[in-house]
């Protein structure tokens, strides 16, 4: 079983992010679960989205604390990262950053993918909505599911120009990401 | 009507797997108000409606006390009707949920379940279906989404059976099962129009124009005890059907939970966990877990809480050597969980006297985890080797 934590900020999608992820994962073949956690909603307010999956049903209900895979959508959120991450030894980090920033040297990871989110999503749909571009890069990065059945998810919430935009992000987070290998930092 | 087909595997949330389970059951009238967590389920049910899928009036109504008026006239009526709350929606429809109860509407509602406020929350609890577990509606809590779907047909086909029309509450927790988005298989409407045909042969008293009658007449004394007589021994009779209709259900579509309890590994336990609701999914992997280092566990989850299975659970305890209960809503006066005290009085009627530890969990959102799971298993070993162990921990906070 695998686990996926999502941090975004209400209004950008992480839980439609998660929701997409799910879906793919399942016409994968995987059996998924995958909830949000937030307070107050409304927008600005921070989220957080689990999502685990497996190859047989899974049951659990708690909430992710140390995840295989984090991936931050929101870049206030990837500025307050911090260094020694809350995930499991030799995880995969990917990061919504500026990239002509000198990246951190996260420890306790085995994997970095950068990309940012917030150009592409600001150049595509005008607006700071980094969900598409990252589940891209979450392909990239993992490579635990290929781009094609995120591109067909992409069909059952979106529709027209929105969803060309969307398929552009998500097309483009996948392109971009620049991933790194970390060895030993643990 | 369109009879489009909607069946397949699906990945979609506690809500919508909700709405999917009303839209295959087309009841005639649906009549709710949204609040958090339930929202999604009538914005689904929206577009089913509009899609041509449901032959249901929907009535939007101003208020939640309104829902369940509305219901409450369409249901006794001979109508099949649906509605949904939380928390201060479900304070704000009590009046109602009381009047429902007690002329006997075999209304099935949906119950996504909120802690209560104050302090100020809209997370995932159980008060709101503890507040009104003594109003004489039947209480079925389901563990996951395909739950969900599964029990609301179930429901249906035990409020309306001739010997049961009582009321039904599907119970389940926001968020961790509103918006928690699960594989789901969705059956078709000629699969559920089968299971629930026996219905069509079953008649009830039906307010209508042709014959003149009295409804929720003015009552006292004998009578009025009668009717609660009747009440009481209707419950009775809808725990042996609710077993009936699981194994209908598991016979037709294939998926079994258990009836009024489910077992897990407690045949050859020494210790039990009791639990309610969508953690009990969490403890099961920690029972399994805890099993491969020698931990010999089991769990019973209560699905249905109202009525209370004493029988099953003075079965499924017997023989073993200390239970823990782990709470997800908390009795203030008793300084105990419900199920907790629950359990104790089976134990008081059955004449058992097993060690028992209680703990209170999950309150407003808190996660009950693999950690609090397992160190609740741990302390419940303690007990049956004869640790001191204190009556009631709050695993959040100890």
Avoid at chain 1, 120 to 148: P, Q, Y
Avoid at chain 2, 288 to 314: N, S, V, W, Y
Avoid at chain 2, 344 to 349: D, F, K, M
Wanted: with cysteine; proline share 4%; glycine share 10%.
């Amino acid at each position: 079983m695998k686990e996926i934590k999502l941090w975004g900020r209400g209004g950008q999608g992480a839980v439609i992010a998660a929701e997409m992820l799910a879906a793919a994962l399942a016409t994968d073949g995987k059996w998924v679960a995958a909830f949000p956690s937030f307070g107050p909603e409304r927008r600005g307010a921070p989220v957080d989205a689990f999502i685990r999956f497996n190859d047989k049903p899974i049951t659990t209900v708690s909430e992710i604390k140390a995840p295989d895979c984090l991936m931050v959508l929101d870049r206030v959120r990837a500025v307050s990262t911090p260094e020694n991450p809350e995930i499991k030894p030799d995880g995969i980090l990917i990061m919504n950053v500026a990239m002509d920033v000198e990246p951190i040297n996260y420890q306790g990871i085995s994997v970095l993918g950068r990309v940012d989110g917030t150009k592409i999503g600001m150049e595509e749909i005008g607006r700071d909505i980094s969900n598409s571009v990252m589940l891209g890069a979450f392909a990239k990065t993992t490579g635990w599911i290929g781009v094609e059945p995120l591109l067909e998810c992409l069909d059952e919430h979106f529709a027209g120009k929105l969803l060309k935009v969307n398929q552009q992000c998500l097309k483009r987070g996948f392109e971009e990401t620049v991933v790194t290998r970390h060895q030993g930092d643990v | 009507m369109q009879r489009e087909d909607i069946s397949g595997w699906k990945v979609i949330t506690g809500n919508q797997a909700c709405a999917y389970a009303v839209c295959l059951a087309r009841p005639d009238v649906v009549a709710a108000y949204p609040i958090t967590p339930q929202t999604t389920i009538l914005e689904e049910l929206a577009k089913f409606s509009n899609q041509g899928l449901m032959p249901t009036e929907f009535i939007t109504v101003e208020g939640e006390n309104s829902a369940m008026g509305s219901c409450l006239g369409a249901s006794i009526s001979g109508g099949r009707t649906f509605t949904a709350t939380s928390s201060n929606g479900l304070a704000f429809m009590y009046d109602g949920y009381v009047f429902a109860a007690g002329n006997r509407a075999p209304i099935v509602m949906a119950l996504v379940m909120r802690d209560q406020v104050a302090p100020h929350c809209v997370a995932s609890g159980q008060q709101d279906a503890i507040m009104v577990k003594d109003q004489g509606w039947i209480q079925i809590f389901a563990e996951s989404c395909q739950e969900i779907l599964d029990l609301i047909i179930m429901a249906y086909r035990l409020a309306e059976d001739k010997d049961v029309l009582l009321p039904v509450n599907i119970c389940y927790e926001g968020f961790f099962l509103s918006y928690m988005t699960q594989n789901v298989h969705v059956p078709g409407f000629e699969e559920v129009d089968q299971f629930l045909s026996p219905l069509k042969d079953m008649d009830r008293m039906t307010w209508n124009l042709e014959t003149p009658m009295g409804f929720s007449s003015y009552i006292t004394g004998d009578l009025f005890m009668e009717y609660r007589y009747k009440h009481s021994a209707a419950f009775e009779r809808s725990k042996e059907r609710f077993e009936d209709i699981n194994k209908a259900f598991a016979d037709q579509f294939g998926r079994s939970y258990g009836g009024q309890i489910q077992e897990y590994k407690t045949e050859d336990a020494d210790v039990l966990l009791i639990m309610m609701g969508a953690s009990s999914g969490t403890a099961k992997p920690v029972i399994d877990a805890m099993r491969e280092q020698g931990t010999k566990a089991g769990l019973i989850r209560i699905r249905m809480f109202r009525p209370f299975p004493k029988e099953k659970i003075a079965e499924a305890i017997h023989g073993k050597k200390a239970i823990g209960v782990i709470d997800k809503n908390v009795n203030c006066a008793w300084n105990s969980g419900h199920v907790y005290l629950e359990v104790q009085a089976v134990q008081g009627i059955y004449g058992t006297n097993i060690p028992m530890v209680g703990f209170i969990d999950g309150l407003a959102g808190g996660d009950i985890n693999e950690e609090h799971i397992e160190r609740a298993v741990d302390i419940t070993v303690g007990l049956s080797q004869g640790k001191e162990t204190k009556e009631l921990i709050w695993l959040a906070l100890e």
